[in-house]
Every structure is written in structure tokens, then in C-alpha cells.
T-cell receptor, first 112, second 116 residues
């Protein structure tokens, strides 16, 4: 059974810092991995998707990496801003299924 | 991406009643899903809504409790039946295959349900 873990559960940093969010998964037989952002009381916004054959994806100040063999992904946020404050979720899609398995999320606070 | 709307956005209901949540997409999609996010928890898939046939439920979820309809390629409903306080959650609809984009799931804004 695929399990996804995100560390840390919460993170608070001053504005302008670069930071890394971690995601690990137990079964390396994944189809892809997706990072989402969730604002309080809202739905999910897709940030980046990495296919199992890829090593990383970039969008603006965000960079996501994937090491399938070790069961890890990281989301790097450069030059953080208060508007980046949200909960960040990673989800893996299992091979042969459309189901996404989510981690518990990292609640990020960027202090002005 | 796809523009997804859900109705209602939130509701407060009495135990023993039922609530139907609607999900509307602005384009035809191949797959539609319903997830639940209990307070302080992450998302769990309830079922895959199949067009023209019965939904496919995940372990721990049953049709009598969560009946789902999907009459066409842009619309689905989830009913939470005979509600109890344990059903208080955010319910989210997601889609895949909008505008030919596969592999990426897009989520609606969610329906926040409180059961008293």
C-alpha cells in the first residue's frame, strides 16, 4: 500500500529565504507525482507535475525534483514571499490507476 | 487547465439528513473523482465517477452512503446520505483529461460540510 509522508508538518520562515519541502513515498512504482497548493478553506491549485521518467520540473520560483529510486521528491521555493503562505501537498499517482495518494501536507508561513 | 465549480460552497446540516453536492466543469473531461478531506487530514479518494455507469468506490466507501451520478462528460453529483458529525469534511471534485491534457488532475474549490 502506497504511503506518502511530508516533512516538516509546519514551517515558518522570514520573507526572502529559499526553502525546501520534502515528500517521501513507500512504493517507487509511481506514474507521476504532483505538487499542490491549498489556501485555507479553499480547493487545490496544481503547481507542478513530474512524470516518473523525469528528474525535475520548474515553474517560476518553484522547482520540484523527483528521485524515484529513493522514493523522494522536494519542492524548492526561491525568494519566498508572504503570498506563498499556504499548505503544500504532494500526491503520487500509482502505476495503472488514476488514484492520487496524498501526503498530510506542509503548512508554510512566510513572515514579512 | 479546467474551470471547475462546486455547489454549495458550504453548508451546515442536521444529522440524519442528506446533502447533494454538484460539480460542473467548463469542458468535457474523461475522468471525474470525488475526494474527502476531514479536519486536519489530507485528501482521501471516495470514488471515481464513471459516465453512464455506476461509480467505482474505494475501500471503506459504499454506494448507499455516497451515491454518485455522472450523467454527462461535464457534470457529476455526490450525495452524502444519512449524515452524522463524522461526515463533517471538505468534499472536493477533481477532473482529468480536460482539453486533451492527461495525467494532471485539477480540483474544484470544495464544499465545506458541517454536520450538527
Amino acid at each position: 500500500k502506497q504511503e506518502v509522508t511530508q516533512i516538516p508538518a509546519a514551517l515558518s520562515v522570514p520573507e526572502g529565504e529559499n526553502l525546501v519541502l520534502n515528500c517521501s513515498f513507500t512504493d517507487s512504482a509511481i506514474y507521476n507525482l504532483q505538487w499542490f497548493r491549498q489556501d485555507p478553506g479553499k480547493g487545490l491549485t496544481s503547481l507542478l507535475l513530474i512524470q516518473s521518467s523525469q528528474r525535475e520540473q520548474t515553474s517560476g520560483r518553484l522547482n520540484a525534483s523527483l528521485d524515484k529510486s529513493s522514493g523522494r521528491s522536494t519542492l524548492y521555493i526561491a525568494a519566498s514571499q508572504p503570498g506563498d503562505s499556504a499548505t503544500y501537498l504532494c500526491a503520487v499517482r500509482i502505476q495503472g490507476a488514476q488514484k492520487l495518494v496524498f501526503g498530510q501536507g506542509t503548512r508554510l508561513t512566510i513572515n514579512p | 487547465s479546467a474551470v471547475i465549480s462546486q455547489k454549495p460552497s458550504r453548508d451546515i446540516c442536521q444529522r440524519g439528513t442528506s446533502l447533494t453536492i454538484q460539480c460542473q466543469v467548463d469542458s468535457q473531461v474523461t475522468m471525474m473523482f470525488w475526494y474527502r478531506q476531514q479536519p486536519g487530514q489530507s485528501l482521501t479518494l471516495i470514488a471515481t465517477a464513471n459516465q453512464g455507469s455506476e461509480a467505482t468506490y474505494e475501500s471503506g466507501f459504499v454506494i448507499d452512503k455516497f451515491p454518485i451520478s455522472r450523467p454527462n462528460l461535464t457534470f457529476s453529483t455526490l450525495t452524502v446520505s444519512n449524515m452524522s458529525p463524522e461526515d463533517s469534511s471538505i468534499y472536493l471534485c477533481s477532473v482529468e483529461g480536460a482539453n486533451g491534457v492527461t495525467d494532471t488532475q485539477y480540483f474544484g474549490p470544495g464544499t465545506r460540510l458541517t454536520v450538527l
